[in-house]
């Protein structure tokens, strides 16, 4: 069934399956500010809070003008692979990545394999049970061909007890996206 579907109707799929009320959303790739708006309503219907990570100003003073000045996000300039500095993020219901640049700016300033695999494995100890990471991947460009190679390596190894893992491609589509899915099953 999950084939039929395009990259953002699972995605909001998996988001609907997994937040729940009250949680606390993480966009660590806040870009244009498409899926922090979206959160952003979902976060208003379930009474979340909403924390916005990027590591350009532009991109966030984007996503805030979509969204407007509210209490209840916390816009961050920073990378997402120093998750462990911020201690509210914790038990956290939804990590989303949307990989790669932004797609009218420069190519350059991308998510980068090493830095997305640390952010990942972070994100992992800070999602609590039931709750997951929800992360579109694009092979169209060198650098995202190499996070996909990390993150499948990376998550291949994940203990089955704690994590369920999907990854789900669209083979036919230009930049051949990838939707990786990760829910937490337990603590171990
Ligand atoms: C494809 S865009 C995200 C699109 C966005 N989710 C949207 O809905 O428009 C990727 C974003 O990741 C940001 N980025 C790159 N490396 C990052 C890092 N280490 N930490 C946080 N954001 C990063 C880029 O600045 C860019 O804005």
Redesign the pocket.
Known sequence: MYSLLGVHDLTKLFIHEVVQKGDLLVD?????????LFLFKLAQDLDCRLIG????EE?LKIAQTKIGSNGFVEWILD???KFDEYPQIRDVGLFIY?????PTKSKH???MAE?TLHSVEKALNRVRVGGGLAITCYSGHPEGKREILALEEFTKRLDPRAFSVSWTCWVNRQECPRVLLIKKMKNL
């Open positions: 660590a790739t806040v870009g244009n500010g498409h899926d922090t990570f990027d590591i350009q991109a990378s997402h692979e949307n990989l790669g640049y932004l300033i991308t998510t830095s």
